[in-house]
């Protein structure tokens, strides 16, 4: 499905639709350039698990974690991240069994870690300097 988000406002707000929609163990790939709004989403998606926390990016410190919602929230950005291996090397395999939303920024870099079933959010600029088309393909409905 794709969708124009015409602020950042509006993409948090699909962010948040997304994430109301989420079941325990689902892994979100996000594509997208740099600045392309794919932070701006899982702050969406967090407060659509009902996170009460701030959500920032991860680039500098790999995974934040957010507790106190519906689910917990595990954002990762593999910007870094040269191969899978350093992603398992991290615990990879321990957070997709603690039952949250693992949320991956530059999944590209790991693709090969990405299983079967894995929500694609590929978020591009539009038009305009604040449009975003966002493309969400997994999604059970």
């Known amino acids: 499905m794709e969708f124009v988000t015409n602020s950042e406002a509006e993409t948090e707000a699909l962010g948040a639709r997304l994430g109301a929609e989420l079941a325990p163990g689902t892994v979100i790939a996000f594509t997208g350039d740099l600045g392309a709004g794919k932070t701006a989403f899982t702050r969406g998606l967090a407060r659509g698990l009902g996170v009460p926390d701030r959500v920032t990016s ?52 790991v693709s090969d870690a990405m299983e079967e079933g894995t929500v694609s959010v590929d978020i591009r600029r539009g038009g305009a300097d604040s449009q975003r088309v966002i493309t969400v393909e997994g999604m059970v409905r």
């Open 58 to 109: 991860p680039t500098f410190t790999i995974v934040n974690e957010y507790e106190g919602g519906r689910l917990p929230l595990f954002h990762f950005d593999m910007y870094r991240l040269s191969s899978s291996d350093e992603l398992f090397d991290i615990g990879w395999e321990d957070y997709l069994a603690r039952g949250g939303v693992c949320a991956v920024e530059w999944s590209e870099n």
